[in-house]
Nanobody, 118 residues
């Protein structure tokens, strides 16, 4: 089993920045790929980006490319989502996810709220 614990959400003005953290514990051998999803009220869940533990290869949704950066600290078993130039449309609950290429994202955190005011 894998546990994911997000932190760092909050209220920020448009144009501001936030950094979300995801602490990973448990059977981390099942977490070759880490990612972030978000869901705004009344909207479908949206993929934000992902990173691989070993190589650190990243991939982002077009909506956040150039503004968001995902990184990982293997020594601390943490993954980060650095969000810059935030827009009101970035307001959502952000969830950390973990899994493998073969099995997909099996593990989900509870999420942390990010609110961007205009």
């Amino acid at each position: 089993q894998v546990q994911l614990d997000e932190s760092g959400g909050g209220l920020v003005q448009a144009g501001g920045s936030l950094r979300l953290s995801c602490a990973v514990s448990g059977r981390t051998s099942n977490t070759g790929v880490m990612g972030w999803f978000r869901q705004a009220p009344g909207k479908e869940r949206e993929f934000v980006g992902r990173i691989t533990w070993v190589v650190g290869a990243t991939y982002y949704a077009d909506s956040v490319k150039g503004r968001f950066t995902i990184s990982r600290d293997s020594a601390k078993n943490k993954v980060y989502l650095e969000m810059n130039s935030l827009k009101p449309e970035d307001t959502a609950v952000y969830s950390c996810v973990a899994g493998t290429v073969q099995r997909g994202y099996e593990y989900w955190g509870l999420g942390t709220q990010v609110t961007v005011s205009s």
